[in-house]
């Protein structure tokens, strides 16, 4: 028997506390997972904080989604964990395993999880009951880094080795949106690694065909992974490397969109939001993409 889920109250959850589905959280699909990791940051600080300020922002949102033209949320219902402070006091990789355990259960349970961070290096944990799950899984990065070291600084789940942790399962496959920052290392891997790799790099970004690379994929079960950083630095500041030359918020829901018409999403993680004090506007544009993200993958196929 799956163990009971603690849930926060509809005041300190996700979205409006007042909306239709805020009081009956044990019958939503979908389960918010708030993970505050910080672990293996090693520029700008602050991704504990990233959860807390996602949900604190959603409250500010319309349910109303003028591309659904309905409040998604009453159609699915949303659910957000009440989970203790990560505990970093067994390291990383122990973390990862309590991260592990609570999409599982998420899973079983047959809800979809959507992990809000915290760092990147989160992926590494979150995807292992996935890829035990599907024997063809996608993962669809959104990125301004390939985070395809294999270990950094002396951490082998570093947040600069994320996508290189997924690949450690041979049944999951890497498409990747927005990289413009990767390393020698990376490249090599990537080059020697096609077959599993698909890589649309930042600087291409006028050229993508979207649908044709999407369709590629075509009744595939993906799991987004998306970094707030794949957005462009001026976008979104209130992160650890807000990097120039990325995605608008238009061109990344046009991604969404396209994984949303073709394939089957299974489960989701947003990373990397490192609030600043006053900045609003960051927090607010994670809660509105965290929305759209569960919206994509559970909303009816017909009204979009």
Request: charged share 25%; hydrophobic share 45%.
């Amino acid at each position: 028997m799956e163990p009971e889920f603690s849930y926060l109250a509809p005041s300190q959850a996700f979205l409006d506390p007042d909306r239709v589905d805020a009081k009956n959280p044990s019958n939503a699909r979908a389960v918010i997972i708030p993970y505050g990791l910080e672990a293996s940051v090693s520029y700008g600080g602050g991704t504990a904080f990233g959860p807390e300020a996602i949900l604190a922002a959603s409250h500010q949102l319309e349910l109303f989604d003028d591309e659904f033209w309905c409040q998604p949320c009453d159609s699915f219902g949303i659910a957000t964990l009440d989970l203790p402070p990560v505990d970093m006091s067994r390291g990383l990789a122990s973390a990862l395993e309590k991260l592990e355990k609570i999409v599982e259960q998420v899973l079983l349970q047959e809800r979809f999880p959507f992990v809000i961070g915290g760092e990147h290096s989160l992926t590494a944990g979150a995807i292992r009951p996935f890829a035990k799950r599907f024997d063809d899984l996608v993962v669809l990065q959104i990125d301004a880094h390939a985070d395809l070291r294999d270990g950094y600084l002396g951490e082998h789940y570093s947040h600069a080795s994320a996508m290189r942790r997924v690949l450690d399962f041979e049944n999951v496959s890497l498409v990747s949106f927005g990289v413009r920052a990767l390393s020698q290392e990376e490249a090599t891997f990537y080059e020697t690694n096609r077959d599993r790799i698909s890589m649309n790099l930042a600087k291409d970004m006028e050229r993508w065909d979207i649908d044709a690379i999407v369709s590629e994929l075509k009744g595939r079960p993906v799991y987004i992974s998306f970094d707030i950083d794949g957005l462009d630095g001026a976008v979104m500041p209130a992160t650890g490397t807000p990097t120039p030359g990325g995605l608008s918020y238009a061109k990344a829901l046009s991604i969404l969109r396209a994984v949303r018409q073709n394939c089957s999403i299974v489960g989701a993680d947003l990373v990397e939001l490192a609030p600043v004090p006053n900045l609003h506007a960051c927090d607010f544009l994670a809660a509105q993409l965290a929305y759209k993200m569960i919206s994509y993958a559970l909303c009816d196929r017909d009204l979009v």
